[in-house]
């Protein structure tokens, strides 16, 4: 009896000792008492902070989670709210913990936030934010195709990024500069795919921390990253025609102080295009035209890998590796016709251009982020990346089928980025921020020609040919002070200091230039809330635009036999000085957001064109070769307003549009010839997204883009229209997305040039209309997931329909 009761008393306890027990409740937004989905739990010993164990917040907001019996500390965490924790709990038995209540955290000091209908924009001191998640034309579709959908941005038919109609913006990726950006802004925007983008910050006026390079501005692409517990993630994959297939994911795995992370995507397009020239020479009375077909035949790989660290609740270390392989198979058809006095055909010239191009990028980072003394506004912030990028572009061109010229370029890219950031608070409204940024590059660029003899020969070409390495050593240090006076008037001042050092190698002249300058900048940002619906902005802020190594290479590469780009090693600097006045406003159902902005630029670049003085033998004709190259110019001003109006009138209807105006005033001489020129531009965006029957989401975009002016050009204004229908399967966790962009096939520039020597009609279409039809499949996440990204982004709560 004795041993049986004995074992009776070991079985009970060790089934206690094994026990489970659960702990229950739900998590409320404070206020309005709305289920807060995807929210966080975490249990952690108090005795040492590790973590035990933690889940997720269902669609109701409800929790349910199985812990062994103990003393837990309990945090409940999410995005844009503030933690709620339960210290030193001591759990013995199964517990409904009822309802917690999570406070919004809307006291950010640079931050005036728009939480009235947090939907389209937040609105800060020196930046607006806005999500792209809801914009169906860009599903399937590149960050090219995003950036041309946010308000203030555009991307011309060549994927020339501008904002505010100034082409000199800053692209960072995640606040830094970025392997994802490559060797060619353009291209590289073009193969990294849409879906990896959380969030766009469109910076133009930026505070002391960010890089003074960017007379127009900074743009700031936020990719994705979760802080989901377990594993989630989304897939898309999409085809299309002309010829286009991809695929691309993002996943997360989190288990407990650690966050696995990665975006991958593969894409495929065949994109063809067509330019026509035609060109009047005033000496002879003859012209030249040229048909150019060309298709661009692109595949591309990316991938981000990374692992977030959480030490403690105060100190985080991420490291992540970014790689990029893309490759080119391109295909240039040229038929050139010479007319003569009379008009008359003289000759034709078929002139085929094969090239094949490659691109690789490696890039690995560090971050290290810590708060002090349990302040999470008191901070300091580490951050170094280590970058490798080549390019390879090798052409053999034939003329009436004959081989004519073998023409090679191989750049070298290596650059190293450090930043550190402090923040201090001095009071609950006050903060004091101090960092270092050291930036260091080098780029060497390899031009080899090869042309035909007489005899069938390659023969190199030394006037053409050379070797350009160029070196761009910039260490920045700044400062700035920020605070809020009775929770409605809030000021940034900052100062920054940028000390450049570049030098121009020119291995095959033998020529060396070196350039060292140091430069202040100054930044003054100011805001005034007159109510939590209605806000006004003034920035004020120095910024400098460098000449690229391309800009000053004054070797010539060719586009054409009879058309050439010559830098200029002459090119220094152009300063800008940049004032924004902002408006913001919200009726309820509708909400405007305008700008009045100014700019004044001294040695600006501007591109002109002239004859060289040489000529090429077209058929039997002697023909002047046309140069293309920047030079410095006295100033410029640029006075513009633009506002965004946001109506949704129900759940429904939603219509945004987009419209900015610019008058642009230039003056200067060169080599005696009046450069100078005035031109009034406007462009106007319009979105509108309506939910038809069986909720089939339907949005179209329109776009024009007023005609341009200056000394030598006139170029009519573009007009073209995107088109989306998009509908939810599976209970919300997939989408399907057809999109015709450019539906009209009208995205076609035309210019005038016009030059004391020669004149120029010319018509560029970089792609065809396209087709794409895309699906999205999300695991273990919802489509209007709020809680996507953590400390180091930030996120809305729900994201605009740009």
Known sequence: MNKALLILILLAVSLSLNAQISISGSIVEKGSNLPLEYATITFRNPSDQSVVTGDITDENGKFNIEIPPGIYNIKFEYISYKSVELTNRDLRSSTNLGSIQLELDIETLEQVEIVAERTSVEIKLDKKIYNVGKDLTVRGGTVSDVLDNIPSVSVDVEGVVALRGNNDVRILINGKPSALVGLNNSDALRQLPADAIERVEVITSPSGRYDAEGTAGILNIILRRSKLLGFNGAVTGNVGYPDRAGISGNVNYRIGDFNFFNTTSYLYRKNPGRAYTNTYYLSTDRSLEENRE?????????????????????????????????????????????????????????????????????????????????????????????????????????????????????????????????????????????????????????????????????????????????????????????????????????????????????????????????????????????????????GFNRRIRRP???????????????????????????????????????????????????????????????????????????????????????????YGFEFTVT??????????????????????????????????????RLNNKYTLPGKIDWQTRLNYRGPRLDAQNETEGIFSMNMAFSKDVFKERGSITFTINDLLNSRIRKTNTVTPTFETNSEFQRRFRTFNLAFTYRFNQKKNNRNQVGRNGGGDDDTPDF
């Open 647 to 684: 109506w949704r009138p129900n759940k429904k209807w939603n219509v945004n549009t987009n419209f900015n105006i610019f008058q642009s005033i230039t003056t200067g001489e060169f080599e005696g010839t009046d450069f100078g020129a005035e031109n009034l531009s406007w462009f106007i």
């Open 548 to 638: 690229r190594s391309r800009f000053i290479n004054p070797f010539p590469s060719r586009s054409s036999a009879t058309n050439l780009f010559q830098g200029n090693p002459d090119l220094n600097p152009s300063y800008s000085n940049v004032f924004d006045l902002g408006y913001y406003e919200n009726y309820g159902k509708l909400s405007v957001n305008g700008s009045v902005y100014y700019s004044h630029a001294t040695d600006v670049f501007v591109f002109i064109t002239e004859e060289t003085g040489d000529t090429v033998i077209i058929g039997d004709t002697e023909v002047p070769v046309i140069r293309r190259t920047p030079i410095n110019l006295a100033s410029n001003d640029r």
């Open 294 to 538: 060309f298709v661009r035949a692109q595949n591309s790989f990316n991938t981000n890998l990374g692992l977030e660290y959480f030490i403690n609740d105060a100190n985080t270390i991420t490291a992540s590796v970014q790689y990029r392989n893309a490759d080119e198979d391109n295909k240039t058809i040229n038929t050139i016709n010479e007319f003569n006095e009379m008009d008359d055909l003289i000759n034709t010239i078929l002139r085929i251009d094969p090239e094949l191009a490659k691109d690789k990028t490696v890039q690995y980072g560090i971050d290290y982020d810590t708060y002090f003394g349990g302040d999470t506004n008191h901070t300091f912030k580490f951050s170094f990346q280590d970058e490798d990028s080549q390019e390879t572009e090798q052409s053999l061109i034939f003329q009436d089928g004959d081989p004519v010229e073998d023409v090679t370029t191989d750049e070298k890219q290596d650059r190293l980025f450090f930043q550190a950031d402090y923040v201090l608070p001095l009071s609950e409204f006050s903060q004091i921020e101090a960092g270092y940024q050291g930036r260091f590059l080098t780029l060497d660029t390899d031009y080899i020609i090869f042309f035909v003899d007489e005899n069938g020969d390659f023969i190199l070409n030394e006037d053409l040919s050379n070797n350009l390495v160029y070196k761009e050593n910039v260490n920045a240090a700044y400062t700035q002070f920020g605070s809020k006076i009775k929770e409605k008037f809030s000021y940034l001042l900052g100062l920054r200091m940028e000390h450049s050092d570049i030098t121009i190698n020119q291995i095959t002249t033998e020529d060396f230039n070196k350039k060292v300058y140091t430069d202040f900048f100054p930044s003054v940002n100011l805001a005034y809330e007159f109510t939590e619906d209605q806000n006004i902005t003034l």
